[in-house]
């Protein structure tokens, strides 16, 4: 985690990090839907952690989950 040390992931900083306007030529590629259920699971995990940024994750879980096709 080291390497992240610089970004505030607190939900102010991660709220900014989302919405930074981007050019188009800038942007990263999509995930993929596997990538997609991958942050879900993760985000998932933290949410229930009860930890600083729980709530966050859990906003951002349902955020993807909405957004997705189910796995089953």
């Known amino acids: ?3 992240y040390e ?10 900014e990090i ?3 306007p981007v050019e188009t ?7 993929t ?3 997609a259920y991958d942050v879900l ?3 998932v995990c933290v949410s229930q ?6 709530r966050e994750a859990d906003r951002l879980a349902k ?3 909405v957004r997705i096709p189910s796995e089953n």
């Open 6 to 15: 610089h970004i505030d992931l607190d939900a102010s900083g991660l709220d």
């Open 63 to 65: 955020a993807i989950a």
């Open 49 to 54: 952690e009860g930890g600083p940024l729980s």
């Open 25 to 31: 030529a800038e942007r990263l590629a999509l995930l």
């Open 33 to 35: 839907l596997e990538e």
């Open 41 to 43: 699971r993760l985000l």
């Open 18 to 20: 989302l919405s930074a």
């Open 1 to 3: 985690m080291d390497d």
